[in-house]
């Protein structure tokens, strides 16, 4: 091979392993994303990012968090006609019983709540 041959090589390999970088990083960013909108109090975007993640790796503290997101969306909505336990069906609901499906063991401060921001 000549130089140049093997330069290309080279350039093409540091691209594919920056690709494949930037796709792994971009996973935990949707999830410190969705945390950080979620302390800023901006729960739509929480939801939106934590949905995002959780589609793709499914982990307790990130159905944890997903379900507070949902849940402070929809904490100001009334009961809906027809409906005995509107917590019971919630789409937060559903997302705090994944958590413990996934981790039977998990608790709050793995996922960062309960701990006081300095």
Sequence with gaps: ?????????GVVSLFIMAFLASVAFGQDDAYAKGVR???????????????EYVARKPEAKAYYFLGYAQYELTRG???PAGRKDFWADSEAAKYFKEVY??????????????KKKK
């Design 101 to 114: 499906l996934i981790d039977p063991e998990f608790s709050p401060p793995a996922a960062g709540f309960g």
């Design 77 to 79: 909505t009334k009961n």
């Design 1 to 9: 091979m000549r130089k140049s041959e093997v330069a290309i090589c």
């Design 37 to 51: 909108a979620y302390f800023k109090k901006d729960y739509a975007a929480a939801v939106q990012y934590l949905k």
